[in-house]
């Protein structure tokens, strides 16, 4: 008999193969010969009309007690279709590596038992608890809202819990971020054992044996990253999504999705509930609630009942000395926090000493040859550096009168600011917190530590600290640049500042009465910064959907962006209206460009875009894969499809 055996390779569509008296059924795993290896590949449905089946070979093995869900199947394949991607690249996602079907003997994956702490939800955590639990068998999107310290996290593992206290599977996906020791604490002492964590970094050892583990069922309850996503549940029972509103979620490389959409779709096709977890939701969800899609609630109160942090503005245009970012108004408040032996938070979203270099005698910037980016100077590595392509270059550079060039700094990096707060608090601990200074695991963990034991007073931190992290003693944080200008090309730019800033507040005082935020800014009656004080952030997002309803954007329609790259530039640009004008006899569709990537050039590839845009109702993505599988692209280009894009860079 002859069967589709689909591949994890490239590949859009399966191969036939005979399947040599062995019986089979869709979603069971078979060892094939594929050129001169042997492939493990799952039994697929009859139903794709491009079948390369010159000459049929025969099926090896089955692989034993080894199958995919019909369900999971389903999920691969509608997973394929809607973002644009080889569908055996989807399932190779699910499949893994090779080495999970070694005959390797692994260690037993009985979790070692710790002791479980006794929690006790208060009456709004319990409503909440209650609210989300009417629809514990059937799919339903449920939002679980809170201001950051309510207790949320609590709520859902006691959701979770009865889920697999009847046997199922649960999915708790996080931000990558998030897989925090502290996230990892709380779930020992809620749960009694350590959580089975999966994200991208963690060794194909453990990879395989966890693969196992979820395919036999014997994990029931995984913590993960967006990549998650794809494991081959046996009895998948619920999904939450935490900290659903953040951007991360969106793969932007490799295969491109959205890891908090996808896993509605998942949790559709399981016919399970999913829920949605945030401080502040996305513009999308929040939309959803509004129209009742999801259902909602909200904890209003925090944990230990204390009030939301104080604001305050402080306009850099009367109160900034020249060379100096931090305000003298900043350095009194800050003092005062101090004096009671509390902790500081300086924030400022930028790697390095400084984003731009200009030479004062020959003019010449520093750019890197690259990307077309300014690169930023690092101080400790006493080099400019460009933030995409990781480029390299010395600042001892030759001027025009054969002396070097004499750069100028424009702007202020995280490493500026940690000087001028050395300068300013000579007297006190002081850290800074940055991706370039947290390259080793334990390096984080160990400042965590001190922060928790009062070792640090200060500590003066990027974008990567207005996450997850919860410092008892942070009473005070200092917005170094509240920004709200955007760049112009982003129609996220405002969506991610409401969450960047929510997010902020949200870590200071957690466990105190009075603490307060400082936006120090050129921009002091922008009007989103002013209702963001107000503690108004939903008025924003409502702002928010006005606009994009008017505009046209998601969520009131749908995107699609296709990234032509090329060495030349003409190339890219050429490249790009030669797809429209094919895209062209696709109806009901509007495309716009092609225009330049606003970062034109990275990595050495000139980028041209395109963005689709149709009815959010239609399910476009047929009509354009099949048009682009058409498509006879010229060698010199390559193009990416964005389905739902999130950057626009
Ligand atoms: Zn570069
Ligand atoms: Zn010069």
Redesign the pocket.
């Known amino acids: 008999m002859k069967v589709q055996v689909l591949l994890p390779k490239i590949f859009d569509f399966p191969f036939t193969y005979h399947s040599n008296q062995i019986p089979l059924k869709i979603g069971d795993l078979v060892e094939v010969p594929f050129g001169k290896k042997n492939e493990i590949g799952v039994v697929w449905k009859n139903n794709h009309s491009d079948l390369k089946d010159v000459k049929i070979k025969n099926i090896n093995k089955k692989i034993k007690n080894y199958s995919i869900d019909k369900k999971l199947v389903d999920f691969i394949e509608w997973f394929s279709i809607y973002n644009i991607v080889p569908i055996g690249l989807v399932l190779k996602m699910t499949i893994g590596i090779k080495d999970n079907f070694t005959k390797k003997e692994d260690p037993n994956i009985d979790l070692i038992k710790k002791k479980v702490k006794s929690f006790k939800l208060n009456d709004e955590q319990n409503n909440a608890l209650k609210y989300l639990e009417i629809n514990n068998n059937k799919f339903d999107v449920s939002v679980l809202q809170g201001t950051t310290g309510s207790g949320k996290t609590l709520v859902y593992f006691e959701r979770i819990k009865k889920i697999i206290d009847k046997k199922k599977q649960a999915l708790v996906l996080l931000p990558e971020i998030f897989l925090t020791n502290e996230f990892k604490s709380r779930f020992e002492d809620f749960f009694g054992y350590e959580p089975a964590i999966w994200h991208s970094k963690i060794t194909p050892k453990k990879k395989r044996i966890m693969w196992k583990g979820i395919i036999e069922n014997k994990i029931k309850l995984v913590v993960g990253a967006r990549s998650a996503l794809l494991l081959p549940f046996k009895n998948l029972g619920i999904i939450i999504v935490d900290e659903e509103h953040d951007t991360s979620y969106k793969q932007d490389e490799g295969v491109i999705y959205n890891a908090r959409d996808m896993a509605i779709s998942r949790a559709s096709l399981e016919k399970i509930p999913i829920n949605l977890v945030t401080s502040i939701p996305s513009v999308e969800t929040y939309n959803n609630i509004q129209t009742k899609k999801f259902r909602h609630i909200n904890i209003l109160n925090r944990f230990n009942n204390y009030l939301l942090p104080k604001t305050k503005i402080i306009n850099l245009n009367i109160n900034k000395k020249k060379d100096q970012f931090i305000s003298d108004e900043t350095i009194n408040q800050v003092n005062k926090f101090l004096k009671r032996k509390e902790q500081i938070l300086f924030f400022i979203n930028r790697r390095g000493y400084a984003p731009y270099l200009i030479c004062k005698k020959c003019g010449l910037k520093q750019i890197?040859s690259?990307?077309s980016?300014y690169l930023t100077f690092h101080k400790d590595k006493n080099k400019a550096i460009?933030h995409?392509?990781l480029?390299e270059r010395s600042i001892k550079i030759e001027c025009k009168n054969g002396d070097n060039c004499d750069f100028i700094m424009y702007g202020p990096g995280v490493e500026k600011i940690f000087e001028e707060v050395k300068k300013n608090f000579p007297n006190n601990k002081i850290n800074i917190f940055s991706s370039d200074y947290m390259k080793k695991k334990n390096q984080a963990d160990s400042l965590f530590k001190k922060i928790n034991n009062n070792k640090v007073d200060i500590l003066v931190g990027t974008q990567m600290i207005s996450k997850g992290f919860n410092f008892p003693k942070l009473n005070c944080v200092v917005v170094i640049d509240a920004d709200f200008s955007g760049r112009g090309y982003d129609l996220r730019t405002t969506e991610k500042n409401i969450q960047l800033y929510h997010q902020l507040s949200g870590r200071a005082g957690r466990f105190s009465s009075e603490s307060l935020i400082i936006y120090q800014t050129l921009t002091p009656k922008d009007s989103t910064l002013n209702e963001l004080i107000k503690n108004k952030s939903e008025e924003l997002l409502k702002n928010e959907l006005a606009i994009r309803k008017k505009n046209k954007l998601p969520p009131f329609t749908r995107l699609i962006a296709i990234i032509v790259f090329s060495n030349q530039h003409n190339l890219s640009i050429l490249g790009a209206k030669e797809i429209k004008k094919q895209l062209q006899k696709i109806e009901n569709i509007e495309i716009m460009g092609p225009v330049d990537s606003p970062l034109l050039k990275?990595?050495k590839k000139f980028r041209s875009r395109l963005l689709i845009r149709f009815n959010n109702k239609d399910l476009m993505q047929i009509k354009i894969t099949k048009l682009l599988k058409t498509l006879k692209i010229s060698s010199k280009i390559k193009l990416t499809v964005d389905v739902d894009p999130v950057n626009f860079g």
């Open positions: 890197c690259n990307c980016m460009c995409h392509c480029f990275i990595k």
